[in-house]
């Protein structure tokens, strides 16, 4: 999953990596205004990657964290992951003939 997600809102991201859930104003680190904070809180809610509970405080989804653990938690941005291939060949000899499974 590629987003395109805001400084702020990985930030967010970055901060809920580290704890199992936090509250409002745990998360906003950049000290923005509430109202301005809620449009990038409600945004991250809306695709999916943080929950609110019953008790009022957030967490990541399982999205959310597959997500998060992608990130340069320093820079709080997301890594491009290398991509693994792997190719199996059996091979045995039957007589003098070799056979190949692929």
């Known amino acids: 999953m590629e987003l395109e997600l ?10 809920l990596l580290f704890k199992t859930e936090a509250r409002f104003s745990d998360l906003n680190i ?3 205004t509430s109202d301005h904070f809620v449009f ?6 809306a695709l999916g990657l943080v929950e609110k509970n019953e008790k009022g405080k957030y ?4 999205t959310g ?21 792997v190719l199996l060949v059996c091979s045995r000899r039957k007589g003098k003939t070799p056979e190949y499974l692929m």
């Open 59 to 62: 967490s990541l989804t399982m």
């Open 40 to 45: 990038h809180v409600n945004r991250i809610l």
């Open 30 to 32: 950049e000290g923005l």
């Open 65 to 85: 964290k597959e997500y998060a653990n992608r990130f340069d938690t320093e820079k709080a941005k997301v890594e491009k992951q290398p991509k693994v291939g």
């Open 6 to 15: 805001h400084p702020v809102q990985a930030k967010i991201l970055n901060t």
